[in-house]
């Protein structure tokens, strides 16, 4: 008994090809954007936690973060090198800037809202700034640490998507900029960006990249559906 083969025409192949050309190119934009979101995530979850122990390990040496400051800090620049100096030391760092301006740890420019206006600079005199070994950028003054989790050449420059802010203090050593008011949450993620951190942190997710519209205490999604407190997610 002859063994039968089954083969496909040179049109069968190339329409085959083609549907698997259309699948792709609807699906492969939605997974690389959830892919992106996820590193994002990952990103500003890892620089906190190191951001955190270091801070505990500094108070462990230094003392209570409220009396880092000296009498003889008298501007901000100072008062940003004393805290600055004390965090970083407990920080891989693979770059140190100081206060220096134009030295390459974070971008000389200013980055934005989230909405897209200007916002202001971290590359001033008035913060400490350094490269991360993972490549992340760190600008620390008083009460107050900017982070670029793409560094200073890569990304958008953007609140809420590559720059995220946390605040510090003796209580509670780093914490993400949140609110707890949820509807003032929603507004402050899609206008300027600021307490993207604080959702990040409390969500475990990005999702605010894709909202559409924001009413009260409920957002609309890309997608259609609805987030709440309750669900603050829009997959």
């Known amino acids: 008994m002859k063994k039968r083969f089954l083969a496909f025409t040179l049109a069968e192949t190339l329409i085959v090809i083609g549907v ?15 892919t992106g979101e996820k590193e994002k995530v990952a990103k500003v979850k890892k620089i906190y936690q190191n951001l955190q122990d270091a801070f505990g390990r500094a108070e462990a040496v230094y003392g209570p973060y409220d009396e880092w400051i000296k009498t003889t800090d008298t501007t901000q620049e100072l008062k940003a090198k004393r805290i600055g100096e004390r965090i970083t030391e407990f920080l891989k760092v693979s ?45 620390i003054k008083n009460n107050v640490i900017v982070v670029d989790i793409d560094g200073p050449t890569k990304g958008k420059f953007t609140l809420g998507h590559d720059i995220f802010w946390f605040g510090s203090n003796s209580n509670v050593g780093v914490v993400p900029y949140n609110n707890d008011d949820f509807g003032t949450l929603l507004t402050e993620v899609t206008t300027r960006g600021t307490q993207a951190s604080g959702w990040i942190i409390k969500y475990d997710n990005a999702d605010y990249l894709q909202f559409q519209s924001v009413s009260g205490s409920t957002a609309t999604c890309k997608n259609g559906n609805t987030v709440t407190e309750t669900n603050p997610r829009c997959k």
């Open 20 to 34: 698997i050309g259309i699948v792709s190119a609807l699906t492969l934009p939605n997974l690389n954007s959830s």
């Open 95 to 139: 770059k140190n800037c100081n206060t220096t301006t134009g030295s390459g740890c974070f971008n000389s420019g200013q980055y934005k809202k989230i909405s897209g206006d200007n916002y202001e600079s971290a590359d001033t005199t008035d913060y400490y700034k350094v490269i991360t070994a993972d490549g992340t950028s760190v600008a």
